[in-house]
Structure formats: structure tokens, C-alpha cells
């Protein structure tokens, strides 16, 4: 069954289980009942009913639930202090009765006081921004909200304010790119200007703050509410709802990046394959975009506490059109980053092909690149990726390679048929994935064929973004003894499986009365299992061998997601294991691995960038020292340019040019697809961690060999 088909069966089964409940509950056939009752009734409902872990509205979840939300109202306590804390207390063990009724009384109470203190705020900032700020003092600031307590009062968060200020104009004042030379008269003129520009950020950002009406406030609570059941599930009133199907479609222009929220700040959750951010691989996730300029030069929009939404239409624009974006690293860089603006590059998400080779290879090795797993369900004759995983496998096997690399790095997952399709080139048969839900129990989903069309050695590579598809094709070929999985320390670790669902659908007849939409609601309903029982879920799939990556030092996965579900198992199948990848061969190649990584410069130096970098992460209480500040930046600086120095000497691998080029679309598309192709393979030999994943292939070639 296919994707679409699955999904649809799947959708159409929940909204027929939906009225029904609803029917029972007096929701449906209702005839008086606010828009706010009928959301909240099926939010109660699909929770404990519907939602695949079947969360108890009970007392504890009422204490998780007020507790997220002021951690999404107030992500960094900048705004409540211990006082409001107080008054809002006695709704602690009430949001699950609310909820069940009806209500939001504690949603209007804190809606309504933090707009008192954005008020306040806004009345004593600039009076805090009138003195110059003595940069020689050692002071700090502690920039995590779960490291700090509410503060006292209103004099205390005053002088909170007074260092998120002084910092900001710090981080401003570095960003501009320092000259040794500045008299100090130039350096107290640009500290008086990130001073100034500091507080016309805070100012717009708090302004934005109080333009966020009754619809924000409802999905903001209700998010938080919902977000106790686990990361994924969540509600799109009627506005976002229209956004989520826009991107889902893919029709408007823009960087290629799918942007998230994050303690006040628009993220880049993750890069759209061939799209312009992709492709020019300056954004990275966990990026925090700070401000959005237009056209090459010029000034740029503050966007910090700025909705998603309004992020997005200052970065979408007419394709060819130039947008900068000034974004801080998770590693406390800032960086100005300017992208044109384009549409996703269709042939830069297909799977394609070279062969490797190298000095410090004795044979010639086979490699897939695949960004994504896709499928035209639309156009029975479209490009799917099994079949064109297939075509470069026969390709590859005509020049005799001795053994095959399938990169999934950076693969964010895809259609599920051909997850299961491609995991079934390289065995006879078997099953792949099991599936399970609330509804028909766990389904098996097995290799469509006998036809094993590779079945020699074979190197699988992850990293943290690799999710979903990739990790169900990782772990099956894993559990199988079919491949040798390496990368990062661990896959995504994405194993459940998300509904869309249209609430005016649902009860069409109260829809149609209120005479408003009532949005839609993602449900988390399905989990994926290993052949072997265990869940993907949480943990993602552990690779066999370890190799760092510029990845490294960054929080990338489910596990460091608030009420992520953990993994569990099911029923081990019964499926065929391979018996040349044992525990003492994985044990060898690692021992092997690591001798390689702990001589080679380019790993020395990416392992002591990762370390700094983990440190700068760890270290969320800042100095406000400017020659402190200075040093930790520079040394920073230091390390991540001998890595990129070491990157663009090259690997010193060569990868031949196998693409056999269509030209049915002329001269000029062939061309662009010839240049293009030249980039990528140029890439790939800068590519450190890939030149190690070659030699560990080539290690298992040897060792299995005889």
C-alpha cells in the first residue's frame, strides 16, 4: 500500500472514531457551545483516547502541563516574577479539569499580567540604556531560565534587564568584526551604537510581544498543554494551518529551511534538500537567526521574540532576490549570512552516484548519495527513490566496485514504501519495519521481493539529523548483519508517526454554526519498531563505529526534546542475519577507526573545536568582561578556521564523474546539471568523515574477505 493510500485509511478511520466519540460527548450535537469548548473537548478526547501513548489527563499531567506552559510563555523568566508565580499557583492541579470543561481561566490571567510586565519593561528600559555600561567589570549573566529562579520583584527584574541589555550590547559590539587598530574613542563610539541598537531590538521585540491577540494566546497554551503528550503533537489555528500546507506544497520561494521557535527565538530546525540554504551549506540547525536584511547590503529587521509567521514573510521573496540573515552558532558565533533566494533544485534531491578512489585506498569503492526518500504518488510514471537507488546500484556494480557506501547523512526521512523498498535491494527477503497503533495493533511490513540486487559489503552512514525512513532503512540493515552503520553518535531518533487532521471535518455542523474555522490538530498515533523489537524512538540508532563530525557538539535529536516518548519494544520477527559482521569484526573496525581518527590533523583539530564548542554551550552563565568575552571568541575563531583550512586542503579521495547525462532537455540543462555535478564531487573530497567511512569500508572488505 502506498504512503498516501496508508495515510488516507489511517486518516479517515480517525475522523470516523472522532465524531463518534464526540457524538457521545455531547460535542457534536451541541447546540450552544464556544469555539474554545469545542477545541478543548477534542483535545481532551484525543489524548487519552486517540493519541498512541494514551496520555491520563489526571493530576500529573495537569502539573507538566502548567509547568511547559510557563516555560513557553517565559521560556528565560525574563518577564514573571516570583509574585505572579504565586497568584497563578492555585491552577496547578486544574489544567486537566479546565481542559476537560472548557476553560482557560489561568491562560487569560498569565496573558494578561505578562502584558503588564512587558508594559512595565518597556517603561524602564531606556532610562537603563541612558548610561554608558563598564565593559572592565567582571559581572555575568545567566542566559538558561532553567538554571535560574523567579526573581523577587520588580526591582529584581530590573536589574535582570539591565544585563540581558549590557549583553546584547556586547554580542553586538563583536559582531561587528573588530579592527586591532580601533582608538579607544572608536571603541567607546561603536559600544555607545550597539548600545543604541540593543535597546531599539528589545523595544520592537517587546512591542511585537503585545501585538499577539487572543488566537496566539489560545494556540501558545493550548501547545503547551498538548506538548505534555510528546513534542509532535500539536494545534494550527486556521492561519498556521494554511502556513503548514503552504510549506508542505512547497510553492512559495524562499532560503530552503524549515524554522522553528526556541526560548524567544526563530531556529533553523533543518535544511530543505536542494534548496539555496542547502546547497550553499552556511546554515546549519540549532542556528538562531537574530535579524533579516534585504538585498545585499543595508540595514536589517531585529526579529528576536518574533512569531515564526512574521519571521517568514520577511525571509520569502521573489526569486533571484538576495536576503541576509545574521545568525548566532551553538556555539556562540554570530555570523552574517547572505542567500538568494530560490526554489528547491528537484534533481539536487535524487539519489545519485560516483566511484571513490584515493591514495589511501587500495580499491575502488561504490557510493549513493540519498538527501531524502521520495515519491511522486501523484504520477505513477514519476522518479521514485527506489527506483533510482536501484539504476545507480546496477551502475555501480557494472565498474566493479569492491564495496557500496549509502550516505544518509542529513536524510530527514520520507516515504515509508520506499524506506522498506530500498532497505529490500540488499536482502533476499524478510521484514523491515513493524508498525503499530491503537487501532490494528502492529502490522509488519516485509521486502515486496526476492530480488537481492546488491549483495556485496556494504557501509551505511548517519549522523543526528538522519530521521524516520533513514533510520528504519539503518536499523534494519544493522539487525540483518547486511551492513556496517557509522557516523555520528547517534541517529535523530524520531519512531512515531504524526496525523494532520482537519477539525471542521470532524464536526462539520457546529463548524458551519460558529461560522469560524476551528484550524487542525497533529496527532502522534503510530511508532516504528526494529525487526528485532526495539524502537528507533528516543535514542535513534547507535552506529557501529563512531566518527566526529562538525555535528558533534550539538543537541540534534528526540532525546533532547521536552515529553519526548521513550522507546519501548515489541516482538522480535524472525529474519535472516548475515554471519560476516560479528561483534568481534565491529570491535576490530572501531579499534582500527580510532587509531586512524586520534593521528589524522583534521579529526585532532575537529575534536578540539567540538570540545570548545561543547564548553561555550555548557557555560550559559556569560561574562560581560569585554577582553574575557574577546578571548573566549577568538580562541573559538582560531579552532573552527584550522578545521575549515584542513577541509578545503581535501581528503586527498578522488571521485570519478559515472553520471550518464540526459540531454533531453538540451545543451543548457545539461550544462547546469554537468556544473552542478562538478560542485558536489568537488565537495565530496573535502569531506574528512566520508575519506575515514571509505577506509572503514575497505577495512571490512579485507577482513571479510578471507
Known sequence: MADRERGDDMRHCLLRWFSLVLLLCGVANANELSRQKILSRIFFQSLQQWHYAG?????????????????????????????????????????DDQLAQGEFDLMVLASEQI???????????????????????????????????????????????????????????????????????????????????SLKAYMDMLERMLKSGPEDDLARYVNAVLGVGDPHTAYFPPKEQKDFEIEMTGKLEGIGALLGEADGYVKIVSLVPGGPSWRQKQLEPHDRILKVGQGKTGPSDDIVGMRVEDAVKLIRGPKGSVVRLTVRKADGRIEEVAIERDVVVIEETFARSTVVRGESLQTSLGYIYLPRFYNDF???????????????????????????????????????????????????????????????????????????????????????????????????????????????????????????????????????????????????????YRVNGESNQFKGVQPDVYIPNTLSHLEIGERYLPFALNGDRVKELEYPRRREITLDLRERLRNRSRERITSDPYFIDL?????????????????????????????????????????????????????????????????????????????????????EGSRILEDLIRLTSG
Not at 644 to 666: C, H, M, N, P, Y
Request: with cysteine; aromatic share 6%.
Open 378 to 528: 501523484q504520477d505513477k510514471g514519476g522518479r521514485n527513490s527506489t527506483t533510482d537507488v536501484r539504476r545507480e546500484l546496477e551502475n555501480l556494480k557494472q565498474r566493479g566496485v569492491s564495496g557500496i557506501i549509502l550516505d544518509l547523512r542529513g536524510n530527514t526521512g520520507g516515504a515509508l514504501t520506499d524506506a522498506v523498498r530500498i532497505a529490500g535491494l540488499f536482502i533476499e527477503k524478510g521484514p523491515v519495519v513493524q508498525v503499530r497503533d491503537r487501532i490494528r495493533g502492529t502490522q509488519v511490513l516485509k521486502d515486496p521481493d526476492d530480488d537481492e540486487v546488491y549483495s556485496g559489503p556494504l557501509l551505511v552512514m548517519i549522523d543526528r539529523v538522519s530521521a524516520s525512513a533513514s533510520e528504519i532503512v539503518a536499523a534494519a540493515l544493522q539487525d540483518y548483519n547486511r551492513a556496517l552503520v557509522v557516523g555520528g553518535a547517534h541517529s535523530f531518533g524520531k519512531g512515531t508517526v504524526q496525523q494532520m487532521l482537519d477539525l471542521d471535518r470532524i464536526v462539520p455542523d457546529q463548524a458551519e454554526k460558529l461560522g469560524v474555522p476551528l484550524g487542525a490538530l497533529k496527532l502522534t498515533v503510530q511508532k516504528f
Open 55 to 95: 496520555v491520563s489527563v489526571d493530576d500529573g499531567f495537569s502539573r507538566s502541563g502548567f509547568k511547559n506552559y510557563f516555560r513557553v510563555l517565559d521560556p528565560n523568566k525574563q518577564f514573571f516574577t516570583a509574585f505572579d508565580l504565586a497568584r497563578f499557583q492555585p491552577f496547578l492541579l486544574k489544567v
Open 115 to 197: 502584558r503588564k510586565r512587558i508594559n512595565e519593561i518597556r517603561g524602564f528600559l531606556p532610562e537603563l540604556a541612558k548610561d554608558s555600561f563598564d565593559f572592565s567589570r567582571s559581572e555575568e549573566v545567566e542566559l538558561d531560565g532553567e538554571k535560574r529562579e523567579w526573581v523577587t520583584g520588580v526591582a529584581d527584574l530590573r536589574e535582570y534587564w539591565r544585563l540581558l541589555l549590557k549583553h546584547q550590547t556586547l554580542i553586538r559590539f563583536l559582531g561587528r568584526g573588530e579592527k586591532s587598530k580601533d582608538s579607544p574613542e572608536a571603541v567607546k563610539k561603536a559600544l555607545d551604537k550597539a548600545r543604541t541598537e
Open 607 to 691: 575534536t578540539e573545536y567540538v570540545r570548545l564548542a561543547r564548553i561555550n554551550r555548557g557555560n550559559t552563565k556569560v561574562t560581560l568582561n569585554l577582553t574575557k568575552a574577546r578571548n573566549q571568541r577568538e580562541e573559538l575563531r582560531r579552532c573552527l578556521e584550522n578545521v575549515r583550512d584542513r577541509r578545503e586542503k581535501g581528503s586527498g579521495l578522488v571521485f570519478l564523474d559515472t553520471a550518464k547525462i540526459d540531454d533531453s532537455g538540451g545543451e543548457r540543462l545539461s550544462r547546469e546539471y554537468r556544473e552542478r555535478r562538478r560542485d558536489w564531487l568537488e565537495n565530496l573530497g573535502k569531506d574528512h568523515v566520508l575519506k
